[in-house]
Nanobody, 123 residues
Framework: QVQLVESGGGSVQAGGSLRLSCAAS????????MCWFRQAPGKEREGVAT????????LYADSVKGRFTISKDNDKNTLYLQMNSLKPEDTAMYYC????????????????WGQGTQVTVSS
């Protein structure tokens, strides 16, 4: 059974940093691309950053380029999202996802999802 468990969310002031983690189990970790999504109340789920199976290819949403960094540790089966220079508009529930065979920020391409971790950025 595939399981994705996010952690690391919290409340920070604008300009601060957070590091999210996503621990994966139940499948061959290097099989799929993985992605971080976020969803704010009343808004659609937005792909934030995705990384290929080997980690050599990465794609970011324009809204986070230069501020967020996605990475993975295949030995620990863990995906990370380092978030710097946080803004109030980054406030959302953040989810990790796996299961896409391609590098994409489209939610419909991902089969497995975690439960999410809340990030709140105050001005």
């Amino acid at each position: 059974q595939v399981q994705l468990v996010e952690s690391g969310g919290g409340s920070v002031q604008a300009g601060g940093s957070l590091r999210l983690s996503c621990a994966a189990s139940g499948y061959t970790y290097t099989t799929y691309s993985m992605c971080w999504f976020r969803q704010a109340p009343g808004k659609e789920r937005e792909g934030v950053a995705t990384i290929s199976t080997g980690g050599s290819s990465i794609l970011y949403a324009d809204s986070v380029k230069g501020r967020f960094t996605i990475s993975k540790d295949n030995d620990k089966n863990t995906l990370y999202l380092q978030m710097n220079s946080l803004k109030p508009e980054d406030t959302a529930m953040y989810y990790c996802a796996a299961g896409s065979g391609t590098l994409t920020l489209r939610a419909g391409s991902y089969r497995y999802w975690g439960q999410g971790t809340q990030v709140t950025v105050s001005s």
